[in-house]
């Protein structure tokens, strides 16, 4: 199961896209709640009815944990202690973890990207504790995907299906959304 976290504040077209990216190629997908209640108000006001209370999650069947950008989204994320716990436990099991726009703060600020190669919106690459920002739409470094902005929803995406699917699916699926 694939966990994409939705908090106050949330980049809906981040959060939005990204998930239906990856439904798309078959993979299971909950958007999870932070906030104890299943319908959550993103950053452009769009109310959004999530899957799953982060309560209810069970972590141990998680493949992989996203965390969509937006303000005050992402550091409402960050400020998650029950969430921070979980992310920590779930790679210090070699499990991936992948953030886009103001989210790589999240993995930054627990020193989760340390020696890492990231990049994350303009203006945030302070939040990045020790990785280089590279500044590219997307970037893959060991068990983190991060990605740039909104403009990098489909690739962002695309590298998500690739890692926990394969390339061929990845590129598939991008043809047949018109992208590529």
């Known amino acids: 199961m694939i966990y994409l976290f939705f908090a106050t504040g949330t980049e809906e077209i981040e959060a939005l896209g990204t998930a239906d990216i990856i439904r798309r190629a078959g993979l299971d997908l909950q958007i999870v709640s932070i906030t104890g ?10 109310r959004v009815e999530t899957d799953a209370l982060l ?13 969509p950008g937006g303000l005050p989204g992402a550091t409402n994320l960050a400020a998650c202690a029950d969430l921070n716990e979980r992310l920590i436990d779930h790679v210090h ?27 994350c919106y303009p203006g945030f690459e302070a939040e990045l504790k020790g990785a280089t920002y590279t500044g590219a ?20 995406g695309y590298a998500i299906v690739e890692r926990l699917k394969d390339k061929a699916t990845a590129d598939a699926l991008a043809k047949g959304m018109l992208y590529r």
Do not use: W
Request: hydrophobic share 50%.
């Open 37 to 46: 209640q299943r319908i959550v108000t993103g950053a452009h006001g769009i």
């Open 93 to 119: 099991l070699g499990r991936p973890a992948a953030a886009i726009c103001a989210a790589p703060l999240v993995l930054g600020r627990l020193g989760l990207l340390n020696g890492k190669r990231a990049t």
């Open 137 to 156: 739409l997307v970037e893959q470094d060991g068990l983190f995907i991060t990605g740039k902005g909104p403009a990098a929803v489909f690739e962002f």
């Open 55 to 67: 309560s209810e999650v069970d972590f141990f069947d998680a493949d992989m944990l996203i965390f």
